[in-house]
């Protein structure tokens, strides 16, 4: 059988019903994250419809989608930059973000930047054990701006990961680094994830990438989950699986060859640029 459909190694699963979900939490432990008809529209553009998701404690998820797909509303609201009253949304109270940009305080050293907003003692001994863990102990007194790319983003999961989030939100944030770069810091937050076990959502582009980090995949298109794949095989052996899934999940994301006839408006599919809140738009 081919690997990528043996089910003792890759789980080919439809997006769960509602009463799929909770029978299912029911059974197990609670969910570190748990989302019941969540729905967000600015003006009458709705972003997010009625969206079902539970993430598993320690569970690590990505999800996919095209732009104007409603990601980063969801990830503004799982990080609680948005509000979500009267909703069914809960969500842990100690949660961190990790951003594309690594938001570094120029003006801090780096240690200083990783103990921002710590609380209680020892904080500066709490920030060199989280920079010695992303390999920066050599860089602790370092000004943000002599570092260099792969640099900058260890430091801003030493500064996520320093106050022990239950859940770990991250927002592309190997977009930037080169191809070699990117490898090896997801080698990183695999064993960063594995000693800390927070639940993770990675939003991304990167089909490859959630592959190979990931325990389940979402694809959200329009504001709802289209596609689910939970992946079994380990992820050192996910080599011989990735093309068949990979071709699965681009064509989930609409992508495909461009025909001489196609309509780049139809293809492309741009959406409006929508202002994250209607009240205060710039």
């Known amino acids: 059988m081919n690997a990528l459909f043996d089910s003792r190694r890759f789980a080919q ?44 404690p320690g569970e690590f998820v990505s999800l996919l989608g095209r732009s104007g797909s409603g990601k980063t509303t969801l990830l503004r609201t799982l990080a609680g930059l948005d509000r ?56 602790l007194d370092a000004w943000p701006l002599t570092l260099s790319g792969g640099e ?19 927002d592309e944030p190997f977009a930037a680094l080169d191809a070699l770069t990117r490898f090896r810091v997801h080698e990183l937050v695999l064993r960063l994830w594995t000693a800390h076990r927070p639940s993770i959502l990675l939003v991304t582009h990167d089909v490859d990438e959630a592959i190979a980090l990931s325990d389940r995949i979402l694809v959200l298109d329009k504001g709802r989950i289209v596609a689910e794949e939970r992946i079994e095989a380990p992820r050192g052996e996910r080599l011989a699986m990735t093309g068949a899934l990979r071709e699965k999940l681009l064509g989930c994301l609409g992508t495909g060859r461009i025909g001489d006839d196609d309509d780049l408006e139809a293809v492309f599919d741009d959406k409006p640029n929508i202002p994250f809140s209607p009240s205060n738009p710039f």
């Open 13 to 56: 699963v439809a997006p769960l019903s509602r009463d799929a979900i909770v029978a299912q939490t029911q059974e197990g432990k609670p969910p570190a994250v748990r989302l019941r008809g969540f729905t967000r529209s600015f003006g009458d553009n709705a972003i997010i419809e009625d969206l079902d998701l539970d993430i598993a």
């Open 152 to 170: 900058a983003q260890r430091a801003a999961l030493a500064r996520a990961l320093v106050r022990e989030p239950q859940l770990l939100l991250m």
């Open 84 to 139: 979500a009253d009267g909703q069914d949304v809960a969500i842990p109270s100690s949660r961190a973000v990790v951003f594309q940009d690594s938001r570094l305080l120029p003006w801090k050293r780096v240690w200083q930047n990783v103990a921002l907003g710590l609380r209680g003692k020892d904080i500066r001994a709490r920030a060199e054990r989280a920079l010695r863990e992303v390999g920066l102990a050599h860089r």
